[in-house]
């Protein structure tokens, strides 16, 4: 199969093209770049044209024609995934759904939006005509998708209260788009969700959300400081263990994360003090401050609406997840992250298990969710980078104790996921992308269906370097 670039431009030329190499190239980016392994690997990565769409009889066009010529198609929000999710492997066409951005309806406990609209922009609509928010968000809040955020995203900024993503109820139903000769409008519900949900566009394109709304807040934000990190754990654990205290972020750090990162409260932290940063609803505050009593050593160095730092931290939300990484790197570039799943069953003990093995070349960032009902945490550790041997033995040492890793050094679905197929969404693949033109070299069940997590998938499709 060879694409007809040409062909498909021309066929195109009245919609919004862009064929500059130069924004091309930019337009074909990621945060690819937080790791030096996908850095190396995927740099050169570049689309042939962009095209943006307004409207989804556009997207059908867009699709028609591409799978008329063979062009890969490779959707982009506004390109803030951290696994080259969004990177045209085989070149192509880039379809960016930015200017599809209409809050369609507004509802009890629910929103219609299209998929370019920004999470930060459904929460300004949502808030002014209902009182409700998004319940939880990428801490790219500002600059993400709600398109993106679902196909490529798990969780963020509210999954302390109510879990991942892909957890049943978070997403409502999806409109998606097949890659065919005449492609389909099909709507999703329930266990067809997982079809497309988290599948970096690799077989459907999502042209409308239905997501739930929570009623809204001005939450507060609150920095804290503990005498060292087994007790921030423990205090993030049962504070999130605590029904009636209602919070939106739980985000813990190991020293000196804040101390050499956190330039706006380094100030006001002492050498080796743990740190952590919560959100908490307005009326929640006086238990909190009760709950917060009960734990000797643990104080609050910053309220938001209240304290007046020399330096306002800016939004809470905005050091944790992969913030927090964002933040480390650019202070130091040679520091890189891992994704660390810790469950429901200890896991403090095995964050403190592991965190025993490899501080301070591996430094704990801890996010508290939820799982089936019970407090979890997730690690968005920071890695000192040497060398891409000693990060997969790091990634292999956290294993051996039981902490899976969902390997951000990876461009593949599956070995950035669970590191096995997931045959229901190669299934949908199969029907709805028969030509393999989505975003190809991503799914790996596709090319090689009996792979198997052994060692790390180098796709052969993926275009040339330059020499
Ligand atoms: C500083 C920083 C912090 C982050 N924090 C978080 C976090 O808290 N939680 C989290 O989950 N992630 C986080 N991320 C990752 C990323 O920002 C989020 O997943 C974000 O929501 C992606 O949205 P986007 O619009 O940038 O998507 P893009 O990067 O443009 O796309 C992501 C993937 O989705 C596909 N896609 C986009 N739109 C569609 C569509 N309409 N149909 C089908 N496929 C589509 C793309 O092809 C790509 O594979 C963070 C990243 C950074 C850099």
Not at 122 to 132: H, L
Not at 286 to 309: K, N
């Amino acid at each position: 199969m060879t694409a007809n670039i040409q062909a498909a431009k021309a066929a195109l030329s009245h919609l919004e093209i862009d064929s500059n190499p130069v924004s091309v190239k930019a337009k074909s980016r990621d945060f690819f770049w937080y790791s030096p392994v996908l850095k190396a690997a995927l740099d050169h990565v570049s689309a042939d044209f962009v095209v943006t769409p307004q409207t989804e009889s556009e997207v059908i066009e867009v699709l028609k024609v591409c799978h008329a010529h063979d062009v890969p198609v490779t959707v982009r929000g506004a390109g803030t995934g951290n696994y080259g999710q969004a990177m045209p492997l085989a070149g192509g066409c880039i379809l960016h759904l930015h200017k599809m951005n209409r809050v369609k309806e507004i509802h009890p406990g629910r929103a219609i939006v299209e998929p370019g609209c920004l999470l930060k922009d459904i929460d300004e609509a949502t808030i002014a005509q209902s009182s409700q928010e998004l319940r939880m968000f990428s801490s790219t809040w500002a600059t993400a998708s709600i398109g993106g955020f679902i196909a490529g995203g798990s969780g963020g900024v509210g999954s302390v209260r109510w879990g991942g993503l892909r957890d049943l109820g978070n997403i409502i139903r999806l409109r998606v788009l097949t890659m065919e000769a005449e492609p389909r409008a099909l709507e999703f519900t329930g266990e067809e969700l997982h079809r497309v949900s988290h599948a970096y566009g690799t077989n459907g394109i999502i042209t409308e959300i239905e997501i739930p709304l929570a009623p809204a807040y001005d939450w507060v934000g609150v920095i804290m400081t503990f005498p060292d990190f087994p007790d921030a754990l423990r205090f993030g654990y049962d504070l999130a263990s605590q029904d009636g205290i209602l919070i939106k972020l739980a985000t813990l750090f190991e020293a000196p994360i804040a101390q050499d990162y956190f330039q706006r409260i380094s100030p006001y932290v002492q050498p080796g003090q743990a740190t952590g940063t919560f959100m908490i609803a307005p009326h929640a505050m006086g238990a909190f401050q009760t709950f917060t009593a009960r734990y000797p050593g643990a104080e609050v160095i910053y309220r938001s609406h209240q304290t007046q730092w020399e330096r306002d931290p800016g939004r809470i939300f905005e050091y944790g997840w992969n913030h927090t990484t964002l933040r480390a790197l650019k202070v130091d570039p040679s520091i890189t992250y891992l994704q660390v799943g810790y469950g429901t069953d200890d896991p403090v003990g095995l964050v403190e298990q592991v965190r025993a093995r490899l501080s301070p070349e591996v430094l704990q960032h801890v996010e508290v969710t939820r799982q089936n009902g019970k407090v979890a945490m997730g690690g968005l550790s920071l890695v000192k980078f040497t060398t891409e041997a000693r990060l997969d033995e790091i990634v292999g040492l956290h294993e051996a104790m039981g902490a899976p890793i969902f390997n951000p050094h990876r461009y593949t679905l599956e070995e950035g996921g669970r590191q096995q197929v997931d045959d229901v969404q190669l299934t949908f693949k199969r029907e709805a992308d028969p030509k393999g033109l989505l975003n190809p070299g991503k799914m790996i069940g596709w090319h090689d269906p009996d792979w198997a997590y052994k060692q790390k998938y180098a796709w052969p499709g993926m275009m040339k370097a330059a020499e």
